[in-house]
């Protein structure tokens, strides 16, 4: 009688230790499995930013190559008679420029890069046509290049080049609508903004 009381208290479930045990086991399986998740997350959140940051930069060189390539030819504007080289705002620009139209093939062409607002969406575009030897109506072989449809901002700035020499301070503008002139340097600034980052690029591109 005594033993079959003895084996049914043996049967009775899990001890103390046992129970300490396991606990301890879950603690440390449930350790390694944040850490996990903390790693998995960061790796993610760098891996979204060097897209961004490729994203950027690409981007950014290629504006650069077609900006850095502008030539000192007037440019036609609706209702505008001055002789403008380039006219640019801190969102938009439009330039001459000498340009590949084909595998063997180059052509001026006139260049306008900014910003195409359709809704709550903004697409960074570059659209080019013929540049035409004399005014005409408003020109319909526009041909307009996305650069990017992930919401970015665009802003560039326009120095001025000194009429004192004896100024040493850079002088940046906006706009730039100057007749027969080239900026000596044009700054542009990209921004993104993720929904945890805010991403900028910028870079200083110097004329010919």
């Known amino acids: 009688m005594t033993s079959q009381t003895q084996s049914l208290h043996d049967d009775d479930g899990f001890t103390l230790v046992e129970l300490l045990v396991s606990l301890t086991l879950l603690g440390v399986i449930g350790t390694l499995l944040a850490s996990s998740l903390v790693q998995f997350s960061s790796l993610q959140k760098r891996e979204r930013q060097t897209a961004v940051n490729i994203e950027l930069d690409t981007v ?3 504006i650069a190559r077609s900006i850095e390539n502008a030539l000192p030819l007037p440019i036609w504007l609706a209702n505008v008679e ?4 380039l006219n640019g705002t801190s ?9 590949r139209t084909g595998a063997f093939s180059f052509g001026l062409r006139q260049i306008f890069i900014g910003l195409d ?10 659209g080019s046509r013929l540049r035409r030897l ?4 408003e020109a ?3 041909v307009e290049v996305l650069l990017s449809n992930n919401d970015l ?9 000194s009429v004192d020499a004896s100024q040493t301070e850079a002088q940046w503008s906006d706009e730039w609508n100057f007749e027969q002139r080239l900026p000596s340097a044009i700054r542009l600034r990209l921004t993104q903004t993720t929904m945890t980052e805010i991403s900028h690029l910028s870079d200083l ?4």
């Open 117 to 126: 607002e359709q809704g709550v969406q903004r697409n960074l575009v570059q």
């Open 60 to 62: 950014t060189r290629h």
């Open 140 to 142: 319909t072989d526009l």
């Open 205 to 208: 591109l110097r004329l010919r």
């Open 91 to 99: 969102s938009s620009l439009q330039f001459v420029a000498h340009v």
């Open 153 to 161: 901002r665009l802003k560039f700035s326009y120095l001025l080049r």
């Open 82 to 85: 001055k002789k403008t080289w």
């Open 134 to 137: 004399q005014k005409q109506e």
